[in-house]
């Protein structure tokens, strides 16, 4: 009885782990958009700001809302004040064709920082393919 149950193990999880052969290959794809990016039409648009105390942001969007992001970014042009950092560095409107797409910069404080109104230089850069 045990050689049974055994037997009957080994001939389950043979069959259970062996695959069987590749199904045929599906139909191609349809083809892509015709042209593609033109690099003269890539450009950044830089917001110098300086993000106050009440805020703390500064957001950068393409020229128009028919613009295709490429890439944003954060940073600030000098030292800035000690005790603060960079907390959000975030897409805007991406997902909205209606609307210019953007990058969000966010700034905090840590703890026990001097309070400030504003952070010079702080900065949001957004690049664009024009249309």
Known sequence: MRN???AALVIVSTACGTEGPAGPAGPAGPSGPAGGYD???VYCLVSHGAATATGMTVTQTCALATDTPLSGACYITNAGPAGYYLSNSAPVDWADPSKAAGWSCSWSAEAGATVVDTIGGATAEMCCIGQ
């Open 39 to 41: 690099r003269t039409k």
């Open 4 to 6: 049974t149950i055994m």
